[in-house]
């Protein structure tokens, strides 16, 4: 089969690079920031998940940011999901001869080119053809350029996992068409504030702003943990490497508020974009403390303590001047 037009732009995260490559296909030409922050892409989570290493991470995506961009935009959004894997190999492939590319969330540690021996099921590419001679899928992803081939029992693998935080079960999303609907500076207006909201008015102690009281409070006994290089570490790792953009995805956002700026004209007249920078570099600060504890030979958190409290204030500030636009 041929591979359909691909529409892939690299990108910064795979959930907001795979979406923007998507709705580019149906005819909606919107950047990745812009798809990033009109699916309330900012989250918080502080989480102490038992029987693994690192025993304290710190995760700062939304959890449904899939979900929330598509229900913002205006168009109904549900993984497809599927009891056995030939079943939805199936039906990927009789959607892409349909000639729909279609979202799927995988496992990296079954997809060949990243060769890597940690686990992580919510990754998100594109599928935009097959060969059924070769049993050769044709994916885009993220910051890669050119398509990429995975071998049919690898793809296999990759959307059956439940090597972490997330089950999947052949998630997948091809819809026929996509259609935004509402107008367009309402839906940015909507998101911001969204966004805010949850992190400023979090469900529990373990999200949004209060994942970061919580974890401040925590970080005093980080030395007594066995794994506390690999907890600072990590955290370093989650925001500024592990497909953030840099600043725990604070500069993605900074950029959707530039562009929106011009739907939207009191987010630059209130400096929200300016006050998303300086948070952004506060979490940039926060990570480097933590990279540089994570390297002494005894436990030493004051710095990244100190730094914590100001990243919080910065938080704070913003979100409480991203309310008002309501």
């Excluded at 990033?36 to 940011?65: C, K, N, Q």
Aim: with cysteine.
């Amino acid at each position: 089969m041929p591979i359909l037009n691909v529409t892939h732009y690299p990108g910064r995260h795979c959930a907001s690079t795979a979406i923007s490559d998507l709705i580019r296909f149906h005819g909606y030409l919107l950047t990745e920031a812009m798809c990033f922050g009109i699916g309330e892409g900012l989250g918080i989570w502080y989480l102490s998940p038992s029987g693994t290493t690192p025993s304290r991470m710190l995760h700062v995506r939304t959890a449904d940011l899939e979900a929330q961009f598509f229900k913002g935009a205006g168009h109904p959004f549900s993984w497809e999901q599927f009891d056995n894997p030939e079943q939805s190999e199936k039906y990927l492939c009789r959607r892409l001869d349909e000639g729909k590319p279609a979202l799927l969330r995988t496992d990296i540690y079954h997809l060949p080119y990243y060769n890597s021996s940690t686990h992580f099921p919510g990754h998100l590419i594109t599928v935009w053809g097959y060969d059924e001679r070769e049993k050769l899928f044709f994916v885009t992803d993220t910051e890669r350029k050119e398509s990429l081939p995975v071998p049919f029992d690898k793809m296999r693998l990759a959307r059956y996992s439940n090597g972490g935080f997330i089950n999947i079960k052949g998630d997948m999303f091809a819809p026929d068409f996509i259609e935004f609907s509402g107008y367009f500076p309402k839906i940015i207006r909507t998101a911001i504030i969204k966004n805010s909201r949850a992190l400023t008015e979090p469900l529990n102690d373990s999200s949004g702003l209060n994942a970061l009281y919580k974890m401040k409070k925590e970080m005093r006994d980080w030395s007594e943990i066995d794994d506390w290089k690999w907890i600072a570490r990590f955290t370093y790792q989650v925001i500024e490497k592990r497909g953030t953009g840099g600043n725990g995805f604070r500069l993605m956002y900074h950029d959707f508020l530039r562009q929106a700026s011009e739907f939207v004209p009191e987010i630059a007249e209130s400096g929200l974009d300016r006050m998303m920078m300086e948070a952004g570099v506060a979490w940039r600060d926060f990570a480097i403390a933590l990279k540089e504890a994570s390297e002494e030979n005894m436990p030493d958190f004051t710095e990244s303590i100190d730094k914590l409290t100001r990243l919080i204030k910065k938080e704070i500030a913003y979100h409480k001047a991203a309310l008002k636009l309501g």
